[in-house]
């Protein structure tokens, strides 16, 4: 059985199901959930959700994606904006550690949106974090 506290792999504290709350967006309410690496998108250009940290972790890396925060955006020692370095020329991007990126995502309750394809079948890079539980202040 997987240890529990490692947040760097398997399905994330909530099975890979996604965070429901009073601010969720439409993207994510019309998003298809995934919790496992093996969920298929019903079609092409589907938008999708999920907390997996499997599902996300093979998302970024079959993409040579980075996990990194925008740099300059941290407070109080935690990581700041959460993004995914796509190999572009971008310096105010830092890497850090998946161990880190996934802390911070589920610390803030983040469901991740994203595209496998776009609707022509080629390979999407699209994704966003979503809270739906955004707290004022």
């Not at 935690?78 to 971008?90: A, K, Y």
Request: proline content about 4%; cysteine-free.
């Amino acid at each position: 059985m997987a240890d529990e506290t490692d947040t760097t792999s398997g399905a994330g504290p909530d099975g890979g199901h996604i965070r429901t709350g009073p601010e969720a967006s439409d993207s994510l309410k019309y998003s298809q959930e995934v919790t496992s690496p093996d969920d298929e998108p019903e079609r092409d250009g589907r938008s999708l959700a999920t907390t997996s940290h499997d599902v996300i972790r093979e998302w970024a890396e079959a993409r040579d994606a980075t996990p990194a925060t925008v740099d300059g955006t941290e407070h109080d020692g935690h990581l700041g904006v959460l993004r995914f370095d796509f190999g572009g020329d971008s310096d105010r991007l830092r890497h850090v550690e998946w161990e880190e990126w996934f802390e911070t995502f589920d610390e803030r309750r983040l469901n991740f949106i994203y595209q496998e394809t776009r609707s022509d079948g080629s390979e999407s890079n699209f994704f966003r974090l979503d809270n739906p539980e955004r707290e004022d202040g």
